[in-house]
């Protein structure tokens, strides 16, 4: 250490001493003195003399103690401790506008910084893993397949894994649900991501113990029987049902009543493709029985080679393509121009985040705007504070103060109210985004990484510094340019503290034009809330609820006899009005689509028990709807929707009418040596439901039936959803349905179990979300705009007191004195509500997206706005203003 | 140079010579100090005492020198000062740059000297 930063480093030591310093100090100079004196009185000079001359030849004391102190201790550190503790005095001494200042800030601070985390974590923050821009996900546009976007089959896998240069490596996968036999040998749902060993090379993850698959780890293959596939397991899962034991690795456990082995666990905060997957089992398809076209049903992500764009690489993709003809026996000229695939390279973060970046910069639009409402109100409140300390500031000057002393103190004081409304404001932010996340943790993606970290921090931190500077300097502005004399005479009389503009306020104006703009937001987010929540289901709602199940593989050829049992069972509980399951519920992910047509979109396939649409109450429009008990008058029958049959046979009689199941590539599903599988008949046609969305047009489905004869058997759904319609509160019934369903098979296990009112409401959440966070800002708007003409009013009448009173003597009316009072204030109010007008209409494009059964442009609620924010203000105004008819003259004339 | 340490350059020739002081005659309080550098100056540096003491504080931030409270000779409480080890390396460095520069000044003057 070199001496200057011992130096540095014992200065440091001595704020913290300074005390001990001093009176050391004081104790070495009298010594000094004593010494002096006894050596003066040895050459014979008097007591008085000898103290005089000691006195002398040391010099002045206060210079040496002063010249001392700064070099004892760091002087600007010590300076910033005093305005420190002289601000923190100050602003307990006014407790009514520190509180006031501190919730302001700390509402506007807060707002923004949540957004801004969402912002930062979610669409500005990289993925979290090595070198994330290159890695992609790949898809196919097929438009001769009738869908926008499709996967990977096992043939263009294989495919690219050795012709695409462009990629370093590539991995498939794919999302499923399974079952996990517990220790106690009862099951449990659990989901399952089957991916290749690329996957985990393209994300370039190393687990926490253990290994990751490998090349080697496929080469078995799936046709030996005597083989435990490898599997990894989350860091979660590890820990809540192994304890987090290490030993877990090489052991087998059963997962959908297979064997498999564990070979390795994700590090904590692993998540691919989403938080949910618990276990990943390798995914290594044998090459020999690869095909071209038969399903694409692969996701793929690849990273790119370094120094490569994602259109070079997309380039490589589709000149590597069209090679494809011949190397698989179903990949001929014919087929492969039929479906026209054309690859698609897209950034893994662009897909991860999908639309919410449109929805969170919209919402961080609107949080600055309360941001600017909440600056201006509060620098009116530091405006009329610095007004009462002319007085201070003119005896600060007098005493030799230099004026950017003075401005510095103002800082401090002003910075260390912004500094406890930004650390306010990150609690508010922190508990937001936790409540958020608590209670609908699929509405915001990369809900796993979201916290509040360093650039959090360092963004609040800045926007409390930035405040702190702004609200220190801008109310005594104005007050340094005059000379402190003419400060010192003002003491006790209110300045005019705002400018105005052509007789108007630009704050206030501006404060109102913002207030509209987020009024009209949140206004526009409530009708889209209030057209979901009154869209048209097709079914009841109420006193449904729905639990999970997912079949072990072993039982796949009893799933008819055993989903049936269950119903059975269930249906006779004493509160149980009906009961019925399958595949999928409206409003979740649809398990099945197949195409009907070739060249046509794939049409969602819903796989049920007898009595679904009775469970249910969907209307039954024409034909049979297969309930429980009906008997079955047709071969193969299935149920479509109405909209389907609209379209399939418009104008004419759709009952009995055949439709079938195509494969992707449109030709004839087939099942081994029996030739085409037979078409279905249309045996009934229910009402329209939304199964996809609240959005959405009605869907176009088809149901099919799980009875015997089988209608469909190339398939067998293995997750499927029990739903109760129930005569009693649904939740009740809970524990009986679980045991009813153990009863019918242990292996079977039941997953998330949820009541259909709580999907219908999830189904808004994301409209709920952006609708409450821009009406909590309308609100705050509104009330600080309110507070903004209130307290504009108030001063005008404070500052004009003699004024009216000499008026009131004079004979005016009260309706005139209360008339001048407001007029500035009501002119502001009209310019800035037509101002406010023209910006909400331009933002209210910014929320196009999200916004469902309204126009962005909707007069209604433009007019609704415009009255209320008038109305309002103009009512504080007046209720301002009517205090100055109030005034009493003799009284009025006597302030100074 | 540092600007610490040009800034305080008057302060060095006189912290040279407090360090020399403790070095020739040991701990010391401060106002030995001062009569010492009065008496070996031939009472031609009358300097304001006081001025020792922010120059002392300068030189222990720098652990050139030590303090510690004792009694003098006439029994009051004072504070005594004694070099340490890097204030012993600092001073040998010191005084070696001193006579390089004194010297190199002095040959300039003989240069004047021996000019016709």
Sequence with gaps: ?896 | MSPLDKREQLYGSFGLMVLKTLEALGPLHGYKIARRIEQISGNQLTLNQGTLYPALLRLEQAKWISSSWKQSESGRRVKVYELTRSGRKRLATEEKAWRRTADLVDRFFKIQEDLP
């Design chain 1, 1 to 896: 250490m070199t001496h200057s930063a011992r130096t540095i480093v014992s200065r440091v030591a001595g704020l913290f001493r300074r005390g001990r310093l001093d009176a050391d100090l004081k104790q070495e100079i009298a010594s000094h003195l004593d010494e002096a004196c006894d050596e003066y009185l040895r050459q014979g000079l008097s007591p008085e003399q000898a103290r005089a001359a000691a006195l002398k030849s040391f010099g002045g004391i206060v210079q040496i103690e002063e010249d001392y102190r700064d070099r004892a201790t760091l002087r600007p550190v010590e300076d910033l401790w005093r305005d420190l503790t002289y601000g923190l005095r100050n602003l307990r001494r006014s407790a009514g506008f520190s509180c006031v200042v501190l919730a302001v800030l700390a509402i506007g601070i807060g707002g923004i910084a949540t957004v801004f985390t969402l912002l930062n974590r979610i669409v500005l923050q990289p993925l979290p893993f090595p070198s994330s821009d290159r890695i992609v996900s790949v898809t196919h546009a097929a438009p001769g397949l009738g869908v926008a976007e499709v996967g990977l089959s096992s043939g263009v896998y294989f495919h690219y894994l050795k012709q695409a240069r462009s990629l370093e490596a590539l991995g498939v996968y794919t999302t499923t649900a399974s079952t996990f036999r517990r220790a106690d040998a009862s099951a449990e749902r659990i989901d399952l991501t089957s991916a290749s060993a690329g996957v985990f090379r393209v994300l370039g993850v190393t687990p926490e113990i253990g290994r990751l698959f490998t090349d080697e780890d496929g080469a078995p293959g799936f046709m030996n029987m005597t083989w435990a596939v490898p599997v990894l397991l989350s860091h979660d899962f590890w820990v809540d049902r192994f304890g987090g034991d290490p030993t877990v690795i090489g052991r087998s456990i059963v997962i959908g009543n297979q064997e498999r082995r564990v070979i390795g666990v994700m590090p904590e905060g692993f998540a691919f493709p989403d938080r949910r997957t618990d276990i990943w089992m390798l995914l290594e398809p044998p090459p020999a029985t690869a095909n071209f076209a038969r399903v694409f049903s692969w996701n793929a992500i690849a990273r790119i080679r370094p120094g490569l764009t994602l259109a070079a690489a997309e380039g490589d993709l589709r000149t590597v393509l069209p090679r494809i003809v011949g190397s698989y026996p179903d990949a001929t000229p014919e087929r492969f121009a039929h479906a026209r695939l054309n690859p698609k390279v897209i950034g893994l973060k662009s897909v991860v985040i999908a639309d919410i970046d449109r929805v969170l910069w919209t919402l961080f639009a609107a949080m600055a705007m309360l941001l600017i409402i909440v600056w201006t109100n509060a620098s009116t409140l530091f405006a009329v504070r610095a007004d009462q300390r002319h007085a201070e500031i003119a005896m600060r000057l007098a005493l030799g103060a230099r004026r950017l002393q003075i401005i510095r103190m103002f800082i401090v004081e002003a910075t260390v109210l912004t500094a406890a409304s930004a650390a306010s404001g990150l609690l508010i932010a922190n508990g937001l985004i936790a409540t958020t996340v608590a209670m609908v943790p699929d509405l915001l993606p990369r809900a796993g990484e979201l916290r509040i970290g360093g650039a959090e921090i360092r963004f609040v931190a800045c926007l409390a510094l930035g405040s702190g500077i702004f609200f220190g300097v801008m109310p005594h502005y104005r007050d340094f340019r005059r000379p402190a004399s003419s400060l010192l005479g003002s003491g006790h009389r209110v300045l005019e503290t705002r400018r105005y503009w052509l007789g108007i306020d630009p704050m206030i104006a501006l404060q109102v034009m913002l207030a509209m703009t987020l009024m009209t937001g949140s206004a526009l987010m409530l009708q889209t809330y209030r057209n979901l929540s009154n869209s048209r289901l097709g079914f009841a709602p109420d006193h449904l609820v729905t639990l999970q199940i997912e079949l072990p593989g072993s039982k796949a050829k009893q799933h008819v006899r055993l989903y049936n049992d269950i119903v059975d069972r269930v249906a006779q509980q004493p509160d149980v009005d009906s009961a019925s399951v399958a595949s999928f519920i409206p409003l979740t992910r649809s398990e099945h689509t197949f195409p009907i047509q070739s060249g046509a979109a794939p049409i969602p396939f819903k796989f049920f028990t007898p009595g679904y649409f009775q469970t249910m109450h969907i209307p039954v429009v024409d034909g049979q709807s297969l309930a429980r008990g009906e008997r079955i008058t047709s071969e193969f029958p299935v149920v479509i929707s109405h909209a389907l049959a609209r379209r399939l046979y418009p104008g004419e009689h759709a009952i009995g009418q055949p439709i079938r199941r195509l494969n992707q590539d449109g030709s004839v599903v087939t099942l081994g040596p029996r030739g085409p599988v037979p078409a279905f008949v249309i045996a009934g046609i229910v009402d329209d439901v939304r199964e996809v969305s609240l959005r959405e047009s009605p869907a176009e489905i088809v149901y099919v039936p799980l009875i015997d004869p089988p209608v469909e058997q190339s398939i067998v759904p293995t997750s499927m959803v029990l739903v109760v319609r129930t005569r009693v509160e649904p939740s009740l019934l809970v524990p009986r349905l679980r045991n009813d369903v153990r009863q019918v098979d242990p292996t079977l296990s039941v997953g998330q179990v949820r009541s259909m009112e709580s999907i219908v409401t999830h189904a808004r959440s994301r409209e709920a979300f952006v609708g409450l966070l821009l009406t909590l800002a309308a609100v705050a708007s509104i009330f600080l705009g309110i507070i903004g003409i209130y307290g504009s009013v108030s001063e005008v009448i404070r500052r004009r007191t003699r004024e009216i009173g000499i008026r009131l003597t004079l004979g005016a009316r009260p309706t005139e004195v209360v008339q001048m009072a407001a007029t500035d204030q009501c002119r502001t109010l009209a310019v800035g509500a037509v101002v406010g007008l023209f910006v909400a209409l331009a933002s209210a494009r910014l929320l196009r997206s999200l916004l469902f059964g309204v126009d962005p442009g909707e007069p209604v609620i433009f007019g609704t706005v415009l009255l209320v924010v008038c109305g309002a203000g103009l009512l504080t105004a007046l209720l301002g203003a009517a205090r100055a008819a109030r005034i009493d003259p003799a009284a009025a004339l006597k302030t100074p």
